[in-house]
């Protein structure tokens, strides 16, 4: 089976967060001016909300109707310049090193890779938290930057200003899937030591878990649980999915015990481009389904090279 590539990065205690207590400097470490800093951190109103479409590409700029309320999500776009400076505070936190069974948001990573980590098992348990980040509690966040990174008190409060939207992590920032990891971490360490203390797999890819293992007891299931629901946070029943020796379906992989691979919902999808592109004729259509066309092969093979070799 392919290998994960090793990817290098610092300790929590060498982030250039760790320990900052100066504005001054954390304005320079963001690349703005300290008024601009003063500017964003004020409280004023800094996001549009927007509701997408849980599966097409579909904006509203109005909520959606009672009956279509389930298929969006609302979003909170954020202004230009406090986005840029979330996506700083974005970049310098994803360059500590992640655990190894955090998958997204990785830089390098991908939910192939989260899939991959689970051949070979016979039992999988696959649970999806719900409402991620509206639970990541600004305390949370304040936590985090003041405990963990001993940043000083007026730091620690202009940084959970920049990254939180009415008391929450916001949907739509692009700093909002590192933090709520880190806002959470101590849970995640807790739940790993009992998974890999049961012999067992785990992966998080954003706010899908999966545990897997030749056998995943419910009672080690019934712990997890336990440790989330006392966090603060709770699972979709709905998402909850629990297999013996059957193929998984994680992430959108199919992990069987062979290696990784493709749905047949994609291979679906995969022959009717190709028989659209066979009775397309304006040549921009044609184009644009061919290059649809070649992104599905390259995902196929992407899926497919996490295989186990024959004995």
């Not at 959108?252 to 028989?275: C, M, S, W, Y």
Request: charged share 25%.
């Amino acid at each position: 089976m392919q290998k994960m590539p090793l990817k290098l990065g610092y300790r929590l205690v060498d982030s250039p967060f760790y320990k900052l207590k100066s504005r001054s400097k954390l304005a320079r470490l963001l690349r703005v001016s300290t008024e601009t800093l003063d500017q964003l951190s004020s409280g004023r109103m800094l996001y549009a909300r927007r509701w997408k479409h849980k599966k097409l590409e579909k904006w509203l700029c109005q909520p959606p109707s009672e009956d279509a309320a389930d298929i969006y999500r609302p979003i909170d776009i954020p202004d230009p310049c406090l986005k840029a400076v979330q996506s700083r505070i974005a970049s310098l936190l994803s360059r500590i090193h992640p655990p190894d069974f955090l998958f997204s948001p990785v830089k390098g990573r991908s939910y192939v890779e989260n899939a991959a980590r689970h051949v070979g098992s016979e039992a999988f348990w696959l649970l999806d938290i719900a409402d991620y980040f509206p639970s990541c509690a600004a305390n949370k966040v304040a936590r985090f930057f003041r405990s963990d990174l001993d940043c000083s008190p007026d730091v620690s409060a202009v940084l959970v200003r920049l990254t939180t939207h009415n008391e929450c992590l916001p949907q739509g920032s692009p700093c909002s899937p590192i933090l709520a990891y880190y806002c959470n971490r101590p849970m995640w360490l807790a739940i790993e030591k009992i998974v890999t203390d049961a012999g067992c797999k785990l992966s998080l890819y954003a706010d899908d878990i999966t545990i897997s293992g030749d056998v995943v007891r419910k009672s080690m299931i019934w712990e997890v649980k336990k440790i989330v629901h006392g966090n603060g946070l709770r699972l979709k029943a709905s998402k909850e999915v629990s297999l013996i020796k059957s193929a998984a379906d994680i992430t959108g992989v199919i992990v069987k015990p062979d290696g990784t691979h493709l749905p047949n919902r994609q291979f679906k999808k995969l022959a009717e481009l190709k028989a659209l592109h066979s009775t397309t004729v304006n040549p921009k259509d044609k184009a644009r389904i061919e290059n649809q066309i070649s992104g599905r092969i390259a995902q196929w093979r992407q899926v497919e090279s996490f295989r186990i070799a024959p004995d």
